[in-house]
């Protein structure tokens, strides 16, 4: 079975500081791990994913995320926050024997001070 | 290329009733899968259908139900409304494997009244 952890329901940063989100998955297969942004009153939007090339993925607006296999972790990260970046954040697993079904953890609201 | 759209975006029910809700997949996807978001409860996956066929079930009870048609569409039916459906619906398609992303609509915000 699969599954993610997302560690933080909240994070607040300060406008221009690193952003770090975390996230932990447990999978008995090679996962697939993808992180999505939801702003307010919209669906989720794919930010990036991961499905075993690269373990340091880039995705849209400066976020990237480093799979490491050792830690089982997938955490998100962007060097320098914007205030536009204030949003919830998903993180999201699936794998080669579950057809398309994704397990999606319970999220991070991420708060940018400006 | 169109995105993924539900409709309606809006809906205001009372409970006993009966609602549909549909989403258009983006072309040449084949899979659709629904979840339902609410505060409390976060996201949780309701079914996912591909080729017609339900191919994924989430723990919800038989008021909640879907189909998908000849041409990817998909609709999601809810009976007997209650008070606690009251949520965002998310639905989300994709080319059906594992490896390739969801892509979500909008949503369909109900309100059970």
């Known amino acids: 079975a699969q599954s993610v952890t997302q560690l933080g329901s909240h994070v607040s940063v300060s406008e221009g500081a690193l952003v770090l989100l975390r996230c932990n998955y447990s999978s008995s297969v090679p996962p697939y791990l993808f992180w999505y942004v939801q702003y307010p009153n919209q669906g989720l939007q794919l930010l990036l994913k991961y499905t075993s090339a690269a373990t340091l993925v880039k995705g849209i607006n400066g976020f990237e995320a480093e799979f490491k296999k050792s830690e089982t972790s997938f955490h998100l990260t962007k060097p320098s926050a914007h205030m536009s970046d204030a949003a919830e954040y998903f993180c999201?697993?699936?794998?080669?024997?579950?057809?398309?079904?994704?397990?999606f953890g319970t999220g991070t609201s991420l708060t940018v001070i400006p | 290329k169109a995105g993924v759209t539900q409709t309606p975006r809006y809906l205001i029910k009372t409970r006993g009733q009966q609602v549909t809700l549909s989403c258009s997949p983006i072309s040449g996807h084949r899979s659709v899968s629904w979840y339902q978001q609410t505060p409390g409860q976060g996201l949780q996956f309701l079914f996912e259908y591909f080729s017609e066929t339900q191919r994924n079930k989430g723990n919800f009870p038989g008021r909640f139900s879907g189909r998908q048609f000849s041409n990817s569409r998909s609709e999601m039916n809810v009976s007997t409304l209650e008070l606690g459906d009251s949520a965002l619906y998310l639905c989300a398609s994709s080319a059906g494997t594992g490896n390739q992303p969801q892509h979500f609509g909008d949503g369909t915000r109900l309100s059970i009244l």
């Open positions: 999201a697993v699936s794998a080669s024997n579950t057809g398309n079904q994704f397990y």
